[in-house]
């Protein structure tokens, strides 16, 4: 049984620059939320995608965008890249039909320069 | 809103010895969930502990316990026999009971130390 799966691990871009991550959820799960996590930090939810449409966000500016697939996986995008956004992005899966535990991903380790 | 604090950036604790790391919380919802999460040097995020508000019982997985006092919005984490591979970043987290489920609120994390 496949746990949380994210692509890449590591990306290096420049300000500026576009970006997309990506994530498969774990098997039979159906939600996908996305998370950044600074360094020294804890994460901070972004936003959370379920039924191929944005259910949630939290406090992050337009530039992050994403979209969930059919088979439930999810891409995030984030456009006009700064400085700022170089952190841990973490991709978390759940079953919508009852509550449950959000299953983590490996992360994708992000720097602008 | 709602806030998760640990005010132990650090912490360090002898093999096979107890160790408890904190967490207080903030909110006016009386049904939520609280859990505590594992993060290791290889990043991913582990799920140690959850606890259901409305549940007295303290939650108990093998070596991992918790002090949930729901009053003083205090839930906090008891590690015994600790071992070398508990060493990692640790945080507390919550989250609403019912509607999304996202939105996880974390704390700021403790990072553990096990000496051998």
């Known amino acids: 049984d496949a746990g949380v799966t994210q692509s890449p691990t590591h990306l290096i871009k420049t300000r500026g620059q576009q970006v997309t991550l990506r994530c498969s959820p774990k098997?039979?799960?159906?939600?996908v939320s996305w998370y950044q996590q600074a360094l020294g930090q804890g994460p901070q939810f972004i936003f959370q995608y379920y039924e191929e449409e944005e259910r949630q966000r939290g406090n992050f500016p337009d530039r992050f965008s994403g979209h969930q697939f059919p088979n439930y996986s999810s891409e995030l995008n984030v456009n006009a890249l700064l400085l700022g956004d170089s952190a841990l992005y973490l991709c978390?899966?759940?079953?919508?039909?009852?509550?449950?535990?959000?299953?983590f991903g490996p992360g994708t380790r992000l720097l602008v320069l | 809103a709602q806030t998760v604090t640990q005010s132990q950036p650090e912490m360090s604790v002898q093999e096979a010895e107890t160790v408890t790391l904190s967490c207080t919380y903030d909110?006016?919802?009386?049904?939520?969930?609280l859990f505590w999460y594992k993060q290791p040097p290889s990043r991913q995020m582990i799920l140690v502990i959850r606890q259901e508000a409305y549940k007295q019982q303290n939650a108990t997985e093998n070596r991992f316990s918790v002090n949930f006092q729901k009053a003083a919005k205090s839930f906090s984490l008891k590690i015994s026999d600790s071992q070398l591979g508990d060493a990692a970043m640790y945080f507390c987290a919550y989250r609403n009971y019912g509607g999304s489920q996202g939105n996880l609120i974390f704390g700021k994390g403790t990072k553990l130390s096990v000496k051998p």
């Open positions: 098997s039979g799960h159906d939600t």
């Open positions: 909110t006016s919802e009386s049904d939520y969930y």
């Open positions: 978390a899966s759940s079953f919508r039909g009852r509550e449950e535990t959000q299953y």
